[in-house]
């Protein structure tokens, strides 16, 4: 899909990842990777397998096909980084949870309102069911985003067994929160229809290093393209300078 390609660019010795979320593509990150590369750093905005391009594509993947993609991404931008830290929106940011939870020399993170937890066993139960009476597909959950105007370019559907494959990931991640170390920083939309905030509860809760958490208080779910995205953009480059170039 135009303007969804994979974003790249080699600067200075510092490196950051950055991981878009599910049903997404890169573009509802392109500004927030731009602005990092800008300030010095090595950046690599991977669009992950089956996103960006067709519904059709999305069904044939999973958690292991994203999550494979994104640690790949970060041991190729550690080959020729001192350090690297890693960003990441909605399913992005539990693969940077995933990532930092299976890599324990990721310097810092910026979790974007993250997916980090399963969902009630009433939705898995319904979406199980939906599968079983053969539905393949329900509505999007893309451009929850509250400026007007602003829309997110993913898909128009949400694939139910890509869905099913995300949710049975986040007990695993979820269960080994314990094991991140790294500074992170959350930032957690007032008002999100997409991840409860109960999500960012449990990175606060459960992560073994320190957490600074952020609320924005005039953006939705995709808060990368709303209101608040120079909040997002300034804070994020900040907490990496503090982290990474100390």
């Not at 390609?5 to 878009?20: D, K, M, N």
């Not at 990721?106 to 979790?111: E, G, K, Q």
């Not at 009433?122 to 451009?143: F, Q, R």
Request: net charge negative; aromatic share 4%; glycine share 8%.
């Amino acid at each position: 899909m135009p303007g969804c390609e994979s974003f790249s660019a080699q600067q200075g010795p510092l490196g950051v990842l950055v991981l878009h979320g599910f049903t997404g593509n890169p573009a509802s990150m392109r500004s927030l990777a731009e602005r990092i590369a800008a300030s010095g750093y090595s950046v690599e905005l991977p669009r992950l397998p089956g996103h960006g391009t067709s519904i059709e594509d999305m069904m044939t993947t999973d958690w292991a096909d994203w999550s494979g993609a994104a640690v790949a991404a970060y041991d190729a931008l550690r080959e020729h980084c001192e350090r690297v830290g890693v960003v990441g929106l909605s399913m992005g940011g539990g693969l940077a949870a995933h990532v930092a939870e299976v890599r324990h020399d990721v310097a810092a993170c910026v979790l974007i309102n993250p997916l980090v937890k399963p969902p009630v066993q009433e939705m898995v139960d319904g979406l199980n069911a939906l599968l079983d009476a053969g539905l393949t597909t329900i509505d999007s959950i893309g451009s929850d985003i509250k400026m007007e105007g602003s829309v997110e370019a993913s898909y128009d559907a949400t694939p139910l067994a890509c869905a099913a494959s995300l949710f049975e990931a986040m007990k695993t991640v979820n269960a080994q929160l314990p094991a991140i170390t790294a500074p992170i920083l959350l930032l957690s939309s007032r008002e999100d229809h997409v991840v409860t905030s109960d999500n960012g509860d449990d990175v606060v809760e459960k992560v073994s290093g320190p957490v600074e958490r952020l609320w924005l208080e005039d953006s939705y779910h995709v808060a990368t393209m709303d209101n608040d995205k120079e909040v997002v953009e300034s804070a994020t480059i900040a907490f990496f300078d503090r982290t990474m170039k100390s």
